[in-house]
């Protein structure tokens, strides 16, 4: 057993299901992403072996609502494993630049170094 904490995108249906039960079937906590299948996400956290796992939801082309649902997944997981009080460090809110990762297609979504 890991005990990581992980987030699949994508994880309400095919692929990311998937991969979201191979994560929890090793002992991970998982955030199970979807975009806008809320009832097909909730099967599978329902379904996932292991607890503590949550659903967060956003759309990957909106840099904003990447970050959100990244920090809820945090902070949820973190709630979830842990009786201390979990805060949001300042750092995680500054603005860093924007900058594209190599080998990422020209045009592509710029992403955010963590």
Excluded: Q, W, Y
């Excluded at 500054?94 to 979504?109: D, E, F, Q």
Aim: charged share 25%; aromatic share 2%; with cysteine.
């Amino acid at each position: 057993m890991s005990g990581r904490k992980v987030l699949v995108t994508g994880a309400s249906r095919g692929i990311g299901e998937a991969v979201a039960r191979a994560f929890a079937e090793r002992g991970d906590v998982v955030a199970v992403h979807h975009r806008d299948s809320a009832e097909l996400a909730e099967k599978v956290r329902a379904g996932l072996p292991g607890e503590g796992h949550v659903i967060v939801s956003g759309d990957l082309t909106d840099p904003a609502a990447v970050r959100a649902f990244v920090d809820g997944a945090a902070l949820s997981s973190a709630a979830s494993t842990s009786s201390s009080t979990t805060r949001r460090s300042r750092s995680s809110t500054r603005s860093s630049p924007t900058t594209t990762r190599p080998g990422r297609r020209p045009g592509s979504t710029p992403c955010r170094p963590t």
